[in-house]
């Protein structure tokens, strides 16, 4: 894959526990060509957790893409004026996010890109962390893979025994569902 003539926004929300799995897609994009431009919640900027300070996360992923990264509602509203993202990312999108962007609440810098970037008619990648999958935002997950230009990195369940409601992407299929949403189609299978 040849990423060199895309500009992919990365929107980073809550979920902590995966932000190491993000990094790595972040990193092979990087590797691939990619300009990404991090889109980071304020949870991840601000929340210090039991797998490592935001502020080092933060860093790691501006030293990876070379770019300070979006971090305000205000920096993320010209993303849709100016038009400037191929295709946006949100990996990983914790339940709350989901549910707010199919309330269409752009209350984050992660969903005031989202929603700036999809008036372009451009496509969003969802890549689900929730331990609500499978209850709550059951319903949010359906509305939104019958939205258009919303496509999902593949998921499944992650700990059906002492989770049965929690899903998580696929975060390594992260690359080939950007060919594929840029391609205007969903890869497949979607549950794996």
């Given at each position: 894959m040849d990423f060199s003539k895309y500009t992919i926004g990365f929107g980073i929300t809550g979920s902590f526990c995966t932000h190491e799995k993000i990094k790595?897609?972040?990193?092979?994009?990087?590797?691939?060509?990619?300009?990404?431009?991090?889109?980071?919640?304020?949870?991840?900027?601000?929340?210090?957790?039991?797998?490592?300070?935001?502020?080092?996360?933060?860093?790691e992923v501006v030293d990876i893409t070379m770019n300070e990264g979006i971090r305000t509602i205000g920096?993320?509203?010209?993303?849709?004026?100016?038009?400037?993202?191929d295709v946006m990312v949100i990996a990983p999108c914790t339940g709350n996010?989901?549910?707010?962007?199919?309330?269409?609440?752009?209350?984050?810098?992660?969903?005031?890109?989202?929603?700036?970037?999809?008036?372009?008619?451009?496509p969003l990648v969802i890549s689900i962390s929730t331990?609500?999958?499978?209850?709550?935002?059951?319903?949010n997950i359906g509305a939104l893979m019958h939205t258009k230009n919303i496509y999902f990195v593949p998921f499944g369940q992650d700990n059906y025994k002492a989770k049965p409601s929690s899903m998580i992407a696929k975060?390594?299929?992260i690359?080939?569902?950007?060919?594929s949403a840029l391609e205007g189609k969903q890869i497949q299978p979607i549950l794996q």
């Open positions: 790595v897609e972040i990193r092979r994009l990087v590797e691939l060509g990619a300009n990404v431009i991090p889109i980071f919640s304020y949870q991840t900027l601000n929340t210090d957790t039991r797998f490592g300070s935001a502020a080092d996360f933060v860093q920096q993320a509203e010209p993303i849709g004026p100016n038009n400037f993202l996010t989901l549910a707010k962007l199919q309330a269409g609440i752009s209350d984050t810098p992660v969903l005031m890109a989202a929603k700036a970037h999809m008036r372009n008619n451009r331990n609500d999958a499978l209850g709550m935002n059951f319903k975060t390594n299929l690359p080939d569902t950007i060919v």
